[in-house]
């Protein structure tokens, strides 16, 4: 006999089957989220679709040689996992830092950074997975005259410094 793993709400028993695991198949992901010129985004993960109360998740294509405006997302982090193609993010006050990200590389966006997402080919769509700390799509667009020769940060994490 196994241990009894379902827990009281309160109200009596939780039924497991339809307020556990949900799977989202990814052809069915709702295009129905905030748009930007350039870009394509699909939610798989929100309160509505899923239940989630404190992340968002889904897709964005970039096309080719596009890119954002300057901006930030508020008090919300961001995550972006690429998986296909070639990310440029720019970052800063006059968006004075840049670094590249391919196949395989996770970004993350702190709070209230001003940056711009690029798609950095010219002929491949870059395809991308973004998941964010809040449901709400907090965008704050920013007048920032951009740097022309972005200062190039190579990324080292605070553990394993050169």
């Known amino acids: ?14 039924d497991w089957r339809t307020h556990g ?17 350039g870009m394509n985004r ?12 404190k992340i968002w998740a889904g897709t964005v294509h970039i096309h080719p040689d ?9 008090d919300l982090e961001s995550i972006i996992y690429v998986v296909k193609g070639r990310a440029r993010m720019r970052w800063g006050e ?8 391919g196949p395989g ?6 709070p209230y950074v001003p940056h711009q997402e690029i798609n950095a080919s010219p002929d491949e769509t870059l395809e991308c997975v973004l998941v964010r700390s809040g449901q709400d ?13 972005p200062e190039a940060v190579k990324w080292i994490d605070p553990i394993h410094r050169e």
């Open 1 to 14: 006999m196994g241990a009894d793993h379902s827990h009281d709400d309160g109200h009596g028993k939780i």
């Open 21 to 37: 695991v949900k799977v989202i198949p990814g052809d069915s992901l709702d295009p129905n989220t905030a748009q930007t010129p």
């Open 42 to 53: 699909a939610t798989a993960i929100n309160h509505a679709r899923a239940g989630a109360e």
């Open 66 to 74: 596009a890119k954002t405006g300057a901006h930030h997302h508020g």
């Open 94 to 101: 006059h968006l004075e830092y840049v670094a590249e990200a």
């Open 105 to 110: 590389d996770f970004i993350f966006v702190p």
């Open 137 to 149: 799509p907090v965008v704050v667009n920013l007048d920032i005259e951009p740097d022309e020769k």
